[in-house]
């Protein structure tokens, strides 16, 4: 069985990324839709169904900046973080986001 799960820092504000929109695609399909918890992570992302293959996670990383008192410039630097990541085994996939407003990173985490 393949698991999915994902964590979200705020790297400008220290913290984790409270109340962040989040979406998960597969083929074109959205598979998840929701908003990070206290923790800047998404629960109910463990309970999809995920198989080997592409998939798209999207962060709304300006409407989440914006609703947190950020001023950003308009159009804003970063709208919507986009990674695209592929599975190719069984296990846990972990995709965490370190976001600013000016910049992130990823990685396959445990």
Do not use: E, W
Not at 16 to 44: E, F, I, K, N, Q
């Amino acid at each position: 069985m393949t698991s999915l799960s994902t964590h979200v820092l705020d790297t400008a504000a220290g913290k984790p990324a409270v109340g962040m929109g989040v979406t998960l695609l597969h083929d074109d399909r959205v598979l998840y839709s929701g908003v990070t918890d206290s923790d800047g992570r998404c629960a109910g992302l463990q309970d999809i169904d995920v198989s080997a293959g592409a998939y798209v996670l999207r962060f709304d990383v300006a409407t989440y900046f914006l609703a947190h008192g950020q001023n950003l410039p308009d159009p804003p630097f970063l709208d919507v973080v986009q990674i695209d990541f592929g599975m190719t085994d069984n296990g846990h996939y972990h995709v965490p986001l370190l976001v600013s407003p000016f910049g992130y990173s990823t990685y396959r985490g445990s």
